[in-house]
């Protein structure tokens, strides 16, 4: 079955009298519609690739959706005016009752200008009677059925602040112990800076967070979205985190899915828009999220992600919305509904969007899915067989060419270039028998390692040494000569010294001490011309 959750309804065409308004910065037109529930722009380029949902016009006529995206009009009023879009294909822009409300703006039809209050400035614009599409929120499916039950909820997918009016009684608290943790402002490139300012003054707009002063602050970080072109700003909370005392609520583990799946043969799955946002943290302890920039200071009024226990108090609230619905499976923002007929299965759905509306919560439109035989559900595929893995996840494997020769078999089975395996084993009559199993995934600049550089990844003492910024060791790779073999030297005497591993330091010993039996500081002494480790004079001592 083909499905598509849409978001947006076109309604009749009504002739009524209507006011444009330019970004100055684009020159792009815009229609001021205050009955229109979206906002919508036209597809910037031709070569854009729609979105497999689509939206539906009234007259059953599919509108291509290719996403949304954040910009800033400048409008003339001496203030930019951030927002979200969808990205549609139409002809005309659209702004609405929500842009309008947000900004506080005024529509004066009879002398075409938009009058913002605040700056108590007015904006010229065009006056235009004619047919333009009056546009309202609604998610919809190619199945009726379900179109029907989304226009009583149209709510669930109408974009709008996350500061309304809250419907639900729920914070998230933050309780800690020790002093504040605080941290400086982390320098970023200019695409960092400029996707976490849009960003930032979308959460501001939305209600999400506010500037903030506070003795508590944790630095910004950046990691690229899932498409690996667009940044993701957030907090790196992990110094507040080793101070928050732990939550016990239990995030659900997939496999006990298959309690649910027996005999359901229709999946319904349901995506919760900005799930975290949905929760407020407590006045009391906001300043505790702090989040510091090259910007500003700003507090998150909703949760965070990044931030300790967020998931269990949002695992504890949408229990408590979905409670005693047993057709329903929830990890985190996904909702699975599973039906054992098509009779059921509306009735399920409408019980779940009610439920969903009654707690103030929205939906990701572009991510749901409804009545389908089988969906993907947190990197599985659900359907009547149970949990299987997706295709696109066993593919390579699947169409893995099969070794035909021994040399084939060792290079697919070889690993030593990327991860790091060892087994403690016990000696019997018998032979080894293994008592435990190690392995590690090797960082990226790890793999660049020589196979001597690999095997001091295992000594503890090396590894401080080379990240500490405190100590009078000098200690850099050189190379052996007559050899490609590298190993870690000092050089800080003005001498090379060999650095010598836990394992090796007796052997050293030993063969000094047995030259001549010298004393304790006439070993010391050689040693320490040609070799260095740390407790070194403590070492021969003992």
């Known amino acids: 079955m083909t499905t598509a959750a849409s978001c947006s309804h076109v309604n009749a065409l009504s002739k009524k009298c209507r006011l444009f308004v330019f970004d100055k910065q684009t020159n792009q037109r815009y229609l001021v519609d205050s009955g229109a529930d979206v906002r919508i722009i036209p597809k910037p380029n031709k070569n854009m690739k729609p979105n497999k949902f689509e939206l539906f016009a009234s007259n059953d006529s599919t509108i291509k959706f290719y996403g949304q995206k954040l910009l800033k009009l400048v409008l003339n009023l001496l203030r930019s005016f951030p927002w979200n879009f969808i990205i549609a294909d139409v002809n005309t822009a659209i702004i609405g009752p929500y842009f309008l409300n947000k900004y506080e703006l005024i529509i004066d039809i009879k002398n075409k200008r938009l009058i913002d209050p605040l700056k108590k400035l007015s904006t010229k614009g065009e006056r235009f009677t004619g047919s333009e599409p009056q546009i309202q929120t609604l998610a919809a499916s190619l199945d009726s059925e379900y179109s029907a039950i989304l226009r009583d909820f149209a709510d669930l997918t109408r974009p709008r602040p996350f500061n309304e009016k809250i419907k639900h009684n729920t914070f998230h608290y933050i309780e800690t112990f020790g002093p504040p943790v605080h941290a400086r402002a982390r320098k970023l490139n200019p695409q960092q800076s400029e996707a976490a300012k849009q960003e930032f003054q979308y959460m501001l707009d939305q209600g999400i967070i506010i500037p903030s002063k506070s003795n508590w602050c944790s630095p910004l970080h950046m990691v690229f979205k899932k498409d690996k072109k667009l940044w993701r700003p957030c907090g790196d909370y992990r110094a507040l985190n080793k101070q928050k005392r732990p939550d016990r609520y239990s995030i659900p583990n997939l496999t006990s899915l298959n309690e649910n799946l027996k005999g359901k043969t229709i999946f319904t799955k349901l995506d919760i828009q900005r799930a975290y946002h949905h929760i407020p943290i407590h006045p009391a302890v906001r300043h505790k999220t702090e989040i510091i920039t090259n910007f500003g200071t700003f507090q998150f009024v909703f949760m965070p ?31 699975l509904i599973a039906s ?32 389908c035989s089988e969906v993907p559900f947190v990197g599985y595929l659900v359907n009547k067989d149970g949990i299987l893995p997706l295709p696109e996840k066993v593919e390579l494997i699947a169409n893995y060419k099969q070794p035909t020769t021994d040399a084939d078999l060792a290079l697919m089975t070889d690993a030593s270039n990327f991860g790091l395996g060892a087994s403690l084993n016990e000696i019997t009559s018998d032979g080894f028998k293994p008592l435990g199993f190690f392995s590690k995934k090797l960082a990226p600049a790890q793999t660049k390692y020589s196979a001597f550089g690999r095997e001091l990844l295992g000594d503890e003492e090396l590894k401080a040494l080379l990240s500490a910024t405190n100590q009078t060791l000098q200690l850099k790779q050189l190379r052996m000569p007559g050899t490609t073999t590298e190993i870690y030297c000092d050089i800080s005497a003005g001498t090379v010294r060999l650095y010598v591993p836990h394992a090796l330091r007796r052997n050293v010993f030993l063969a000094v001490h047995n030259l001549s039996h010298p004393g304790i500081r006439a070993t010391a002494k050689i040693i320490s011309k040609r070799f260095v480790w740390t407790s070194m004079n403590k070492d021969i001592q003992s």
């Open 305 to 335: 992600f990044g931030l300790y226990k967020v998931a269990q108090t949002w695992m504890r609230f949408i229990h408590e919305v979905l409670r005693s619905l047993e057709y329903c499976f929830v990890y985190l923002d996904d909702i």
């Open 340 to 371: 054992t007929d098509a009779n059921s299965r509306k009735k399920h759905v409408r019980e779940v969007l009610q439920r969903l509306d009654d707690y103030g919560l929205t939906l990701n439109a572009s991510k749901c899915m409804f009545g």
